[in-house]
């Protein structure tokens, strides 16, 4: 399944390419960057492959969590290419993302993936793999750290992302590891996920393509005359 990739929801940028069973990637944390670099590295990875975006059978891109203004920057960037190429789109999830590279890097089946969120919050997701593909196991929330985890046993799961670093309260009784290499969403280990959501017909229409921010009533509330 030749798809191409996009995230840009953190302090990282990246793109992936996977093509006649090839995989080509880029990544770069350059806060602040995003949009300047995405579409180069998007015509690398083309170039590197020799192919254009007609020869593809899908887009995707991470749809959030995460900073408002990269996930609104891959959802303007991957419907722009979706138009001009008449391709599908598949949204994956941030978290998800971080928990599969957990997965297909050290093998660790059960993931707690956290984003700082900022104003003291987190967002979050638990995850734990059902046939090489990590799944959600309640629902992706924002929320205080020290609600987000929950007070079973829970030794034996790892987890990803900034949100540890940032919030020792996460996790009091220090019963998760995290793994302090897996900070950001990378667009190489949505592509499995990606794939995964193409076999069971989840793509969509450009039209319908959304960004996921999970705050979005929060900051609503915040400007004049949207209470």
Known sequence: MNILVIDTATEA????LS?????????EVC???H???L??????LLADAGIGLTHLDALAFGRGPGSFTGVRIATGMIQGLA???DLPVVPIS???TMAQQALDIYGHDRVIAAIDARMDEVY???YKSYQGIMQLVDTEQVIAPELAVPGAELSGWYGVGTGWQAYPQLDPNKDIRPLTDILYPTAEYMLPLAQQAMRLGQALAVEQVEPVYLRDKVTWKKLPGRE
Do not use: K, N
């Open 13 to 16: 940028c990246s793109a992936a």
């Open 19 to 27: 093509y006649q069973g090839q995989t080509l990637s880029r990544f």
């Open 31 to 33: 806060p602040q960057q």
């Open 35 to 37: 949009s300047q670099r």
């Open 39 to 44: 579409l180069p590295m998007v015509d690398e």
């Open 83 to 85: 138009m001009g190429a």
């Open 94 to 96: 941030t978290l998800a």
């Open 124 to 126: 979050v997701g638990r």
